[in-house]
């Protein structure tokens, strides 16, 4: 029986090679691929490869070579038709039957393949066409490199029916053209047809092969030649096709897993422009989501390409209340599927920044440093069960509890689930119990928005790391994030407060601001009628505000200085912003660390 050539490559592609050897063998990755001894004869030094890359295993010592198939059928002792099944079963397809239908359907998609194909060249070259100069200079403006527009593929759309010409001398078809989203119907004049993609710069979308399935398109501003309706829609996306299932995809996949085995982080983002941005930065693993949520399909597929040790992606979303719904989402859909060894990490990225902003505004260090401030997913639950509760009663924290082991009876793996509720029961009682006796603190804890927190207990998650560490930074830098975290958290002014008088800042103003902070701070502390956990960081900076210190408290308070600390902003743990302090006190004034790039 000869089966369609794209169908095999299909379950070739789906089926990494690994994970059919690595279980029945033992292996090892090095580099982008994996060693063992070989099954097929007997060695002491491994010496057979496997790379899921190129799809073939290879013995140095007795040559043996072939791909997936072939590894079925030489270990497994399979016939060709046996070994597609076990495979086709793997890759969640069905083997087509040998019918005209079935081949002609695969005939059909073959055929698609090579019309986007020739779509994605076509809008290449109109890019580069003199009379589109406006959107080179645009996306140069943007911050892309013309080699980073090159290795994209990215392309210009234009109107008119050009496109259309192009593909029928070429030889396709109207209805296939249709078929594969490049246009579609007019309402108003029946039987003819108009480009869906127009005026918008081309993000060509490729799939787990490399083959071109669908297209993002933005629309350009109006200064390059962009509408001047404002309705329009940023970006719009190919519609769903026999070759394009925007749910199992996603952007930069076929590019990221040829770098993933090199050791990079995988990072989800939001859209193109996110992940072309992060790759030319240096973050070659970075993919999207297809203009939908993060779908559970696609965090296995990623975790298919990822190595067995690190199945850890981390998910970036916006730090804003938008980006932090959509991550309470992912949550939701990751839990059940999750497995042993099998998860996600969580990253905020600084209040009003992208990916794309926040590395040409503060460099490639701020975005590697939100990178290595994720949370693991049992933190983002915890975080995300804890917004907006009032844990101050024991009642609310037992309906804390309770929610919390509700959320893990969601996993379906039953050892996991276990753990999680396990880990769930060892905090809470650390959090609430442990720590509420034996934390020498005056009060009962400290108050977030009005509302009071148990000590050690976490508020709303942030975003931005809470560990940070400073990059590109101003000679004060240190010194105002002293300041600045004494100002937000007056409860550390009992533990800290003498640090903060022996600290020289050599510039007069905040020199002066730090001053009044103690002045201010020491005699609250010595009335015992405000005593400090009723002191929050409203009514100091409303002193200082009061006291003539406006102008260089805002100052001191600009969007730059959260970027480089976010432990400092409102809203931290307690325990992590402690931390924070401690760490920019001992850094010292002169280092390296504090000084300006």
């Known amino acids: 029986m000869t089966l369609p050539k794209a169908f095999m490559d299909e379950i070739r592609a789906r ?130 490199s013309l080699e980073t527009i090159k290795t994209f593929r990215l392309g210009f759309a234009p109107d008119g029916d050009e496109l259309k010409r192009y593909l029928e001398k070429a030889g396709y078809k109207i209805d296939d053209m249709k078929e594969a989203g490049l246009f579609k119907e007019s309402e108003r004049k029946k039987g003819e047809i108009y480009p869906f993609f127009r005026g918008r710069v081309m993000f060509p979308v490729q799939d787990f092969q490399g083959r071109v399935v669908a297209f993002g398109a933005r629309v350009l501003p109006e200064s390059h030649g962009g509408p001047p309706d404002k309705s329009a829609p940023k970006y719009i996306n190919s519609p769903e096709t026999s070759i394009y299932h925007k749910g199992k995809m996603l952007y930069g996949l076929s590019r990221a897993r040829k770098v993933i085995g090199d050791g990079e982080t995988v990072i989800v983002v939001e859209g193109y422009m996110d992940v072309i941005a992060l790759v030319q930065a240096g973050f070659r693993a970075a993919v999207a989501p297809l203009g939908t949520a993060l779908t559970e399909t696609q965090i296995e597929e990623l975790w298919k390409v990822m190595p067995e040790d690190k199945r850890n992606p981390v998910l970036c979303f916006d ?96 050892t996991v689930q276990e753990f999680f509720i396990h880990e769930i029961n060892q905090k809470v009682n650390d959090v609430f119990l442990t720590h509420a006796s034996t934390r020498p603190q005056r009060g009962p804890g400290h108050f977030y928005k009005g509302k009071l927190v148990p000590p050690g207990a976490h508020t709303p998650y942030r975003p931005m790391n809470l560990k940070a560490k400073p990059v590109k930074v101003s000679k004060l830098l240190r010194e105002k994030v002293l300041i600045a975290t004494i100002i937000n958290y007056p409860e550390l002014f009992d533990e800290f ?91 010292g004034q002169d280092s390296a660390r504090w000084k300006k790039a």
């Not at 691929?33 to 290879?58: A, I, L, Q, R, W």
């Not at 060709?80 to 359907?105: D, H, R, S, Y």
């Open 15 to 144: 089926v990494p090679l690994s994970s059919i050897i690595g279980k029945r063998m033992k292996l090892t990755r090095a580099g982008r691929e994996f060693k063992g001894c070989c099954p097929f004869h007997k060695e002491k030094t491994p010496s057979f490869t496997v790379n899921d890359v190129k799809g073939f295993y290879h013995c140095f010592g007795c040559g043996a070579h072939g791909d997936v198939l072939g590894f079925l059928m030489d270990h497994d002792n399979l016939q060709f038709m046996e070994a597609v099944e076990q495979l086709a079963g793997l890759a969640g397809m069905q083997v087509p039957k040998p019918t005209k239908e079935e081949a002609q359907k695969f005939q059909k998609q073959m055929s698609l393949y090579d019309l986007m194909e020739a779509a994605a060249k076509w809008y290449e070259h109109q890019l580069h066409e003199k009379q589109n100069k406006k959107i080179v200079e645009y996306l140069i403006e943007r911050g892309l």
């Open 319 to 414: 730090g804003d209340t938008a980006g932090q719904r959509a991550a309470g989402r992912a949550l939701e859909r990751i839990l059940p599927i999750m497995k042993p060894d099998y998860s996600v990490k969580f990253a905020f990225l600084p209040d009003g920044y992208d990916p794309d902003d926040l590395i040409k505004e503060e460099g490639v260090p701020a975005m590697q440093r939100v990178l290595d401030n994720a949370i693991g997913l049992f933190e983002m639950m915890w975080l995300e069960e804890a917004k907006g509760r009032n844990l101050s009663q024991p009642e609310a924290k037992a309906g804390f509890r309770f929610a919390l082991e509700k959320r893990a009876r969601q996993i379906a793996d039953m």
């Open 497 to 587: 407060g003498e640090k903060l008088g022996m600290v020289t800042v050599p510039n007069e103003d905040y020199d002066q601001l730090r001053q009044e902070v103690i002045r201010f701070l020491t005699a609250r502390q010595n009335d015992q009628e405000n005593d400090r956990i009723y002191l929050d960081d409203q009514a100091v900076k409303q002193h200082l505000i009061e006291s003539g210190y406006g102008r260089i408290l805002e100052a001191l308070f600009d969007k730059s200085l959260y970027v480089y600390a976010g432990f400092a902003k409102p809203g931290q743990p307690p325990d992590i912003v402690r931390q924070g302090w401690l760490e920019a006190y001992s850094i």
